[in-house]
């Protein structure tokens, strides 16, 4: 079966999207299924619905593609993902594979639509490559935190933000767009860009939203960190001093990359048409 057997129609509903599935799904179409959403999280909306109610399956394997998307689309940009009007034997799949324990599936669309409407919580500015960027961002992450009751982990996330920033103003250098968004349990924190690099980690540059979101959790456990590096640190010290707080470490080994994934939950990048989202999330 080919990728394109597999159509997707996109639909705006006020801050929410909803995607319309027809075709079949399977491991060969499952890409272009995964293509269709990141598209659609570049928006970010409050809730991604995906209407299966044209959709069948070859086989319950490339079901599993569904509960994927929706961890990533909780991670960045805090959206929801839910299924609506899945056919009788879509949902029996659905349950064996236990997708449905994993991503909410509602009977329609508009059902979809309804729970979703009191999800989460949402602020963001456009601002500029200039240096009083860093403290626009900061004034927005911190005027989030104070309206939304989580001051615990503002001083923490206005230096993430700062972090973020930074690296747009060092190596883009174009507009930007910074997103701060909260659900039950996570902050987000959001800066996406237009320049056609990706952040480095310790020197290694990630390749896509997939191997970003593994990667940040392997380096979590086993930082990118060498002795070579740590020889490098020690040279650049002295210079570091003399450069403003927040940029100085952002560096082109992406030093401050190690600061963002050691104080965050999660953190990565998700290339987007016109740029790329590197986001971070923190517990409250």
Not at 55 to 67: C, K, N, S, Y
Request: aromatic share 4%; charged share 30%.
């Amino acid at each position: 079966m080919r990728a394109e057997d597999l159509r997707a129609r996109v639909e705006r509903r006020g801050d929410a999207t909803v995607v319309r599935l027809d075709g079949v799904l399977d491991v060969d179409s499952s890409p272009s299924l995964r293509s269709a959403v990141l598209a659609c999280l570049a928006a970010e909306p409050s809730v991604i619905v995906l209407d299966v109610a044209d959709l069948r399956h070859r086989d319950d394997v490339a079901l599993t593609v569904l509960p994927a998307l929706a961890q990533h689309a909780a991670a960045w940009p805090g959206s929801a993902m839910t299924l609506a009007a899945a056919p009788p034997p879509l949902a029996s799949a659905l349950d064996r594979m236990a997708v449905a324990r994993l991503v909410p599936v509602f009977p329609t669309t508009d059902a979809a639509l309804a729970n979703a409407s009191g999800a989460g919580e949402r602020m963001r500015v456009r601002l500029q490559p200039m240096l009083d960027a860093t403290a626009a961002a900061r004034h927005l992450v911190g005027r989030a935190c104070t309206r939304w009751g989580v001051e615990r982990v503002r001083d923490v996330a206005e230096l993430v933000v700062t972090e973020l920033v930074s690296n747009v103003l060092r190596h883009a250098g174009t507009e930007m767009e910074v997103g701060v968004a909260r659900d039950r349990r996570l902050l987000h924190v959001s800066v996406r860009d237009h320049g056609p690099g990706l952040p480095r980690l310790g020197g290694r540059a990630y390749k896509g939203y997939e191997e970003a979101y593994e990667d940040e959790r392997r380096h979590k456990e086993e930082p990118a960190w060498d002795e070579e590096q740590e020889k490098d640190e020690g040279r650049e010290k002295d210079e570091e001093k003399d450069e403003w707080q927040g940029g100085g470490m952002l560096r082109e080994d992406g030093r401050g990359l190690l600061v963002v994934s050691a104080l965050t939950h999660a953190w990565g990048c998700t290339p987007v048409p016109d740029g790329k989202v590197v986001w971070a999330t923190l517990r409250i």
